[in-house]
């Protein structure tokens, strides 16, 4: 790494532009084997993840996981946020992989907390999860499953002029309503 710490400085010195840096840095690095070459996309836990974002910002892009989430991940799986996802060997990714599936987190950061027991739902299972709670206020005849059958909101919002699916909204003046009905 004192390689490309010296080149970084002497881009400074010299003001040579940035890109000529990277690519000076890359011709160095490669012959001398210091760092590895990094991947594009980095497939975790069923996502694509951009191989150039940062650990950090990368491991956000999954869903179910936010910041919080993050900085617990990597200290638990000894590897620095600010690295790039890309540069991880697949072994530190198995490890991320391995500390996540575990969702051995303390019990306020989980997202699916129970009595019973405290997991950390992740990527497609948080759908599933949501999926199967509605189905059960559906099959329970609660007030909220059956809103959710009518595709109207749950959440005690009002009805009158917003959800409207496919429906005329407004007045319609008396001479029209007549001239529908055949003039009576």
């Not at 699916?112 to 206020?137: G, M, Y």
Request: proline share 2%; with cysteine.
């Amino acid at each position: 790494m004192f390689l490309v710490e010296q080149l970084w400085l002497t881009s400074y010195l010299f003001s040579i532009n940035r890109r000529q840096t990277l690519a000076i840095i890359k011709k160095k690095v490669d012959i001398m084997g210091e760092m590895t070459e990094t991947k594009k996309i980095v497939r975790l836990i069923n996502t694509d993840l951009d191989g150039n974002l940062s650990v950090a910002r990368a491991l956000q892009k999954i869903k179910g996981i936010g910041p919080t989430i993050v900085k617990a991940v990597c200290i638990k799986a000894k590897i620095d946020m600010r690295t790039k996802l890309g540069s991880l060997s697949q072994d530190e990714i198995n490890r991320i992989e391995e500390v996540i599936k575990k969702s051995d987190f303390p019990h306020w950061i989980t997202n699916a907390r129970s009595q019973t027991e405290k997991t950390h739902l992740v990527s497609s299972k948080i759908d599933f999860e949501v999926r199967k709670r509605i189905n059960v206020l559906r099959q329970i005849r609660a007030y909220r499953g059956i809103r959710h059958e009518q595709n109207l909101p749950v959440r005690g919002q009002r009805t009158r002029g917003s959800f409207r699916h496919n429906k005329t909204v407004g007045v319609q003046k008396r001479k029209a309503l007549q001239a529908k009905r055949g003039k009576k």
